[in-house]
């Protein structure tokens, strides 16, 4: 059974920096993992993934230089390094996962298949 489990959310100033972390299980390597985010009143968009194969990464525009993602497959962690986050960055930020193709340099191709509860980022100006 898949499961993902979102964790480092908290209420900043705009500039400062936070890091979210998403444990998995149920997988190993022939996998996707992506952060997606959901601000009030806005449909969830997919920011950043990485491939567990190749560790191929992309990221939308708007956080491209600011938000670095990486993964420990030791632990089974993939992390969302935040910097000089601004006001519109406030969304809860859910990890998800899926089959390692599903994500490329055109973003997320597909549907995700698997999502984690949530984290709450919020970015005070």
Not at 79 to 106: F, H, I, R, W
Not at 112 to 123: L, P, R, S
Request: overall charge negative.
């Amino acid at each position: 059974e898949v499961q993902l489990v979102e964790s480092g959310g908290a209420l900043v100033q705009a500039g400062e920096s936070l890091r979210l972390s998403c444990t998995h299980t149920g997988f190993t390597f022939d996998y996707a993992v992506g952060w997606f985010r959901q601000a009030p009143g806005k449909e969830r968009e997919g920011i950043s993934c990485i491939s567990g194969v190749d560790n191929f990464t992309y990221y939308v525009d708007s956080v491209k230089g600011r938000f670095t993602i990486a993964n420990d497959h030791t632990k089974n962690t993939v992390y969302l390094q935040m910097n000089s986050l601004k006001p519109e960055d406030t969304a809860v930020y859910y990890c998800a996962a899926d089959g390692y193709y599903s994500c490329s340099a055109a973003g997320f191709p597909y549907e995700y298949d698997y999502f984690g509860q949530g984290t709450q980022v919020t970015v005070s100006s």
